[in-house]
């Protein structure tokens, strides 16, 4: 099967542990008659929920709740560079992500599996590094939908919030990230959805809970801007083969596109009428 899309970097290093950890103590989750555990079939979303303009202190805001997975996104600027970082002149302004995990984002769940093991240190340096490399990835998927261009000498700076995380919450950041610029005034090409697919038991399931994603054997995570066709940014881990990949790949764009119609008509309820977007998603395989 051959890609048409353009894909300007394709697979990102990450450290899979770093991006998933376990949430209980049950056995492995099974896909049974073509039903997952939590009764979802495997092309089947949880109810995606979007609201823009939430916090009323910045440039623009966005909440994104997939079922028990909660983020919320905070955009302010553009603003002026400090001094020693404009010594050298840009053309581009430049795009600033902190990703950050509530202490309770994990609340209720099973404390053996979720505790850092070693000292206080060791556990504030893993969280840090994890706040990292989930920070990288958002800027990445932004940075090809921005036009930092119309910012010389500014920085625009996104504060992204995960209250609850129940799994899919590196998509649910960058969807927050995308309606936050938006909402925010801020110029872009197009907004970005992103969406994750798991292989578990040789199943391909779309937007996996945490169980599902800790106990695969691999992952895609893809981000994609819909009416510009690119892929701003696309994550593999663990073990699959082409075919397992092409059919993720697929299953994560039609996902997109799907996703991207929702942010767009968020957006548009939003500021003809102040509703807010709440709908259960299934995802068809073409």
Known sequence: MTFHHHFPQLIQPVNRQLLIQPITQH?????????????????????????TNVLQTCQGSAYVELKQTKVICAVRGP????????????????????????????EGFSRDQTQEKGGTLTKILKQRQKQEELSLFVSDALQSAMMLDHFPKCSIDLTLTILEDCGSSLSACVIAASLALASGGIPVKDL?????????????????NRDESY??????????????????????????????????????????QKIHALMRETLLKHYSNGEDFQTPMKMSRK
């Open 215 to 256: 106990y695969s054997e691999g992952r895609v995570l893809c981000a994609y801007m819909t009416q510009l066709d690119e892929v701003t940014q696309l994550t593999q881990v663990g073990d699959m083969n082409y075919e397992q990949i092409t059919d993720a790949m697929e299953m994560c764009l039609d996902a997109c």
């Open 192 to 208: 970005v959805s992103c969406c994750e697919c798991c292989l578990l038991s040789d199943h391909i399931l779309i937007d996996p």
């Open 27 to 51: 056995s492995k989750p099974q896909v049974k008659e073509g039903k997952r555990s939590d009764g979802r079939r495997a092309e089947e979303f949880r109810p995606l929920y979007m609201k």
């Open 79 to 106: 603003n002026q560079l400090p001094a020693f970082e404009t010594a050298q002149f840009s053309s581009k302004g430049k795009l600033n992500v902190q990703v950050l995990e509530a202490p309770y984002a994990k």
